[in-house]
């Protein structure tokens, strides 16, 4: 029996003297029960981790606070509680956020080091050693400028938008190759560095502000769109509309003045058609002059290679959210609705004493008679139901998480809890869907709606 009580109750004697109204006699709650602390039992949900049992401690990072600093703080607060515990008792991570933040950061910095390295190469070798400086400088400036943005309108960096960021890497510097081309070419014709720039200016800001926009324009579905998976990618529009506008307000600003500053002297070409006749310009045109005599073989081949490319498409799986890249594995375990939690324990014991026993799961967490806490943002945790449990199973890599699913898998197949349904699964990107494909049956009648999900569950059989 539950009881709902107001009132603070900080002792089991406060407990004892509470009235209780019967035939109308006052009588303690001690003169007709027992009251002393204890377990609960039977038991409504158990932890488990590493077999053994666990008390759980969520910690939930402040609003506006910085992942990483936590991560740091969590770690000396943790070496200085197990210092304290008594012998048996310690205090372990099950998850710690703070290294797939690490972790993330440090794929974005290095994408963003060898997008800087690919365009300051190429422009090294195609526009020489100063204007590369004058492109490269571009990328830096529009990060910063991006990150300012970020903070005042409030925006994290997470996963989104190290993504978002990732994905524009490569368009940030459009804007300033065509600003610094435009330049190095009138400078060629004649025109002084401050006349050039100027130039540059009045004649591409316009045209590069009107593709910029439409780039942008492109991922609008996804800032607005009225649904879960906006509401998880709608930074994605917000981050890369920001960094092509501020890339382009660096392209016909900052851009043009560097290369005043930086650009060497270039002399002037005798006549105009004379800056066109250079080398790399006369190997263009004999391509381009090829091309054109074998129009109809090259406009053939393009759209050979369209229709191999459309073919193609239906051998790449599609999925809106790809799956993460995390290295934990997800194990639930299903009894038959009705089960207790002691015959659940039973059954996701037997799953956790085989992870036990493989090199590739470092940490194993069990959660029986519900699902485990919200860990990470697209992870939906199962309401309590004693024929349910939980097992998370943290490996060192995606290789080992791989390889782990696969043999548990096999080993489930094989006969590993027979009496249970198991399920393997991993963490998502996006919303949560527990499965791929989900059918709801409503109705008035409860009788009907079971018949109507047992034929369904029969259709479906043959394809699970």
């Known amino acids: 029996m539950f009881i709902r009580l107001d009132g603070a109750f900080d002792k089991l004697q406060k407990i004892r003297d509470t009235p209780v109204v019967a035939q109308g006699r006052t009588l303690k ?3 007709i029960a027992t009251v002393e602390r204890g377990y609960e039992d039977p038991a409504t949900f158990l932890i488990r981790n590493n077999g053994e049992p666990a008390l759980l401690l969520g910690i939930v990072m402040r609003e506006g606070w910085n992942g990483l600093d936590l991560g740091k703080a969590l770690e000396t607060e943790v070496s200085t509680i197990n210092a304290g515990l008594p012998l048996g008792m310690s205090l372990t991570k099950v998850t710690d956020q703070s290294v797939n933040i690490s972790s993330s950061v440090d794929e974005f910095m290095v994408k963003f080091f060898v997008a800087l390295l690919v365009v300051m190469v190429v422009s090294f070798l195609s526009m020489g050693w100063r204007v590369g400086i004058v492109v490269a400088a571009a990328v830096p400036l529009t990060l910063a400028a991006v990150f300012v943005v970020m903070a005042a309108t409030g925006k994290n960096f997470d996963r989104i938008t190290l993504g978002a960021l990732i994905l524009a890497l490569g368009l940030l510097v459009d804007d300033a190759i065509i600003a610094i081309e435009m330049m ?3 400078m060629e014709e004649g025109y002084s560095r401050v006349a050039a720039s100027a130039y540059a200016w009045s004649h591409t800001a316009a045209p590069m502000l009107s593709g910029t926009l439409v780039t942008a324009i492109g991922f609008m579905p996804n800032g607005f769109a009225r649904s879960t998976a ?3 990618t709608s930074n994605m529009f917000w981050i890369v509309g920001i960094a092509l506008i501020a890339s382009w307000i660096v392209a016909v600003a900052f851009t043009p003045y560097l290369g005043v500053k ?3 002297e270039i002399r002037k070409a005798e006549g105009h058609g004379a800056v066109y006749d250079t080398p790399n310009y006369n190997r263009f045109r004999n391509l381009l002059a090829r091309v054109i005599q074998r129009k109809w073989i090259v406009a053939g081949i393009v759209v050979g290679s369209f229709m191999v490319a459309v073919l193609g498409m239906s051998l790449v799986k599609k999925q809106f959210f790809p799956t993460s890249d995390r290295p934990e594995v997800l194990i639930e375990v299903q009894m038959p609705y009705g089960a207790s ?4 324990s039973a059954a996701t014991a037997k799953v956790e004493a085989w992870l036990a026993r493989q090199a590739e799961a470092k940490i194993v967490t069990a959660y029986v008679g519900q699902g485990a806490p919200r860990f990470y943002l697209a992870l939906a945790p199962e309401l309590p139901d004693p024929s349910f449990a939980k097992i998370i199973a943290l490996t ?3 290789e080992e998480r791989e390889a782990l699913k696969v043999r548990l898998r096999k080993a489930i197949a094989d006969g590993l809890a027979p009496e249970a349904r198991v ?5 998502v990107f996006g919303p949560y869907s527990p499965f791929p494909v989900a059918f709801r049956v409503s109705g008035p009648d409860p009788d009907k709606l079971r018949d109507i999900a047992a034929d ?3 259709v479906m059989e043959p394809v699970r």
């Open 396 to 398: 060192g890599s995606q």
């Open 230 to 232: 906006g509401e998880y």
């Open 456 to 458: 369904m569950g029969k």
């Open 423 to 427: 399920r393997v699964t991993q963490l």
């Open 184 to 186: 190095v070419v009138k």
């Open 341 to 344: 939690i002691g015959q659940t």
């Open 262 to 264: 930086l650009l060497p």
């Open 29 to 31: 709650l001690s003169d």
